[in-house]
T-cell receptor
Framework: EDQVTQSPEALRLQEGESSSLNCSYTVSGLRGLFWYRQDPGKGPEFLFTLYSAGEEKEKERLKATLTKKESFLHITAPKPEDSATYLC???????????FGRGTSLIVHP | KAGVTQTPRYLIKTRGQQVTLSCSPI?????VSWYQQTPGQGLQFLFE???????NKGNFPGRFSGRQFSNSRSEMNVSTLELGDSALYLCASSWGGFSSYNEQFFGPGTRLTVL
C-alpha cells in the first residue's frame, strides 16, 4: 500500500529561523512528488512537482528536494506569512492517483 | 485567468438527505478530481473525471458519485448522508489529469456539515 508520511506534524519557528519539513514515501514506481501549501479555510495551492531523485526546485524562500525515499521542503528565513499547512503528495506509475500526507502545520512567529 | 470555483461554499444538511456539489474548472482544463478532507483522515481522493469519463475512483462507498459535463464542469453527489460525511470537499482541475503529472489547481472547497 502506498504511504506518505510527513514530519513533524506541527512546527513553530521564529521569523528568520530556517528549517526543513520532511515527506517520506513508500510507493511503487514514483512518478511525481508534489508540494502544496494550504491556508485555513482554503484549498491547497500548488508549489512544486519533483520527478526524479536529485531534483531541486526553488521559489522565493522555499526549496524542495527529492531523494529515492523522501522529499524535503527547506524554508529559509521564514516570515509570518509563510505560516500555513504544507502538504506533500506522491503519484505512482500504476494508478497515477496522488496519495497525500497529513501535512505539517507551520507557524512563524514575528 | 479565473481559478477553480466551487458552489456552494457552505452547506448544512441532516442525516439521510442527499447533496450535490458543483465545481467549475479553470478554462481549458479537461480533468476534474474530487477530494474529501477531514482532520482525522486528511485529504482522500474520491474520483477523477476527464472529458466526461470517470478515469479513477477512490475507496469510497457508492453513495458518493459524480459526473462531468461537456464544458468540463463537474458535480458530486452524496446520497443518504451520514454524520461522518461532514468534511471539506475539494475540487481540483488540471489540463491533462493524473496520468500527465500536471499540477492540480484546487478550488476553495465546500464545507459540508451533516447534523
Amino acid at each position: 500500500e502506498d504511504q506518505v508520511t510527513q514530519s513533524p506534524e506541527a512546527l513553530r519557528l521564529q521569523e528568520g529561523e530556517s528549517s526543513s519539513l520532511n515527506c517520506s514515501y513508500t510507493v511503487s514506481g514514483l512518478r511525481g512528488l508534489f508540494w502544496y501549501r494550504q491556508d485555513p479555510g482554503k484549498g491547497p495551492e500548488f508549489l512544486f512537482t519533483l520527478y526524479s531523485a536529485g531534483e531541486e526546485k526553488e521559489k522565493e524562500r522555499l526549496k524542495a528536494t527529492l531523494t529515492k525515499k523522501e522529499s524535503f521542503l527547506h524554508i529559509t528565513a521564514p516570515k509570518p506569512e509563510d505560516s500555513a499547512t504544507y502538504l506533500c503528495a506522491a503519484s505512482t506509475g500504476g494508478s497515477y492517483i496522488p496519495t497525500f500526507g497529513r501535512g505539517t502545520s507551520l507557524i512563524v512567529h514575528p | 485567468k479565473a481559478g477553480v470555483t466551487q458552489t456552494p461554499r457552505y452547506l448544512i444538511k441532516t442525516r439521510g438527505q442527499q447533496v450535490t456539489l458543483s465545481c467549475s474548472p479553470i478554462s481549458g482544463h479537461r480533468s476534474v478530481s474530487w477530494y474529501q478532507q477531514t482532520p482525522g483522515q486528511g485529504l482522500q481522493f474520491l474520483f477523477e473525471y476527464f472529458s466526461e469519463t470517470q478515469r479513477n475512483k477512490g475507496n469510497f462507498p457508492g453513495r458518493f458519485s459524480g459526473r462531468q459535463f461537456s464544458n468540463s464542469r463537474s458535480e458530486m453527489n452524496v446520497s443518504t448522508l451520514e454524520l461522518g460525511d461532514s468534511a471539506l470537499y475539494l475540487c481540483a482541475s488540471s489540463w491533462g489529469g493524473f496520468s500527465s503529472y500536471n499540477e492540480q489547481f484546487f478550488g476553495p472547497g465546500t464545507r459540508l456539515t451533516v447534523l
